[in-house]
Every structure is written in structure tokens, then in C-alpha cells.
């Protein structure tokens, strides 16, 4: 059974900076894995992808300069590193991983979704 685990998260003031990291199985090998966020009342956000061959990364322009995704392969996971923190990316946190080629940005081409992880910015 494929589990992708997350940790980092919580509170930050405006203007900080947050890391979060997600974890795949080792049984896993990954053909995408991605960031989305999802806050109260909204559709679930693409944030950021890479692309686990090839190693090509791909960031919304939402958050494109803020926030960067990266990679250890040798460690199966991901992470995502964000800084300028800003009260509108207050939002559940999650990460996704596909064995499978799809597109990058669709929540749908993704079968495996890591726990979630609250990310609150005060103003």
C-alpha cells in the first residue's frame, strides 16, 4: 500500500516562511508528485509539481518566486519550501503523487494523496 506522509505545517506570520515535506513509500515509484492546497469554500489549488524522471518542475504562477518545490530521490520525497508567507495562503496543505503520466496541474491524474497539512498565516 502506497502512503504519502507529510509533516511541517502550523502557524507563521505574514511575511515568514514554512517548509513542508511529504514522504512516499519506498515501494513507490513516482511519475509525478505535487503540491495542491485547498482552503474553506475553495477548490482544491495547484501549487506545484515535478516530474520524477526528468526532474522538470512546474510552479503556478500564483505562487511562482514564493514558492519552490524540490526533491530527494534517495529519500522518496518531496518538499516545498515557502517564503513571503502572505494571510491568503492559509489553507490544508497536501501533497499527491502518480506512478502514472497525466498533467501535472489536475488533481484527478493523481491516485495517491498525503494526509494534509494545516499552513495558517496571521496577518
Known amino acids: 500500500q502506497v502512503q504519502l506522509v507529510q509533516s511541517g505545517g502550523g502557524l507563521v506570520q505574514a511575511g515568514g516562511s514554512l517548509n513542508l515535506s511529504c514522504a512516499a513509500s519506498?515501494?513507490?515509484?513516482?511519475?509525478?508528485m505535487a503540491w495542491f492546497r485547498q482552503a474553506p469554500g475553495k477548490e482544491r489549488e495547484f501549487l506545484a509539481a515535478?516530474?520524477?524522471?526528468?526532474?522538470?518542475?512546474y510552479h503556478a504562477n500564483s505562487v511562482k518566486g514564493r514558492f519552490t518545490i524540490s526533491r530527494d530521490s534517495a529519500k522518496n520525497t518531496i518538499y516545498l519550501h515557502m517564503t513571503s508567507l502572505k494571510f491568503d495562503d492559509t489553507a490544508i496543505y497536501l501533497c499527491?503523487?502518480?506512478?502514472?503520466?497525466?498533467?501535472?496541474?489536475?488533481?484527478?491524474?493523481?491516485?495517491?494523496w498525503g494526509q494534509g497539512a494545516q499552513v495558517t498565516v496571521s496577518s
Open positions: 499527491a503523487g502518480t506512478p502514472e503520466q497525466g498533467q501535472m496541474m489536475n488533481p484527478n491524474d493523481y491516485a495517491y
Open positions: 515535478i516530474n520524477w524522471t526528468f526532474d522538470y518542475k
Open positions: 519506498d515501494t513507490f515509484s513516482p511519475y509525478n
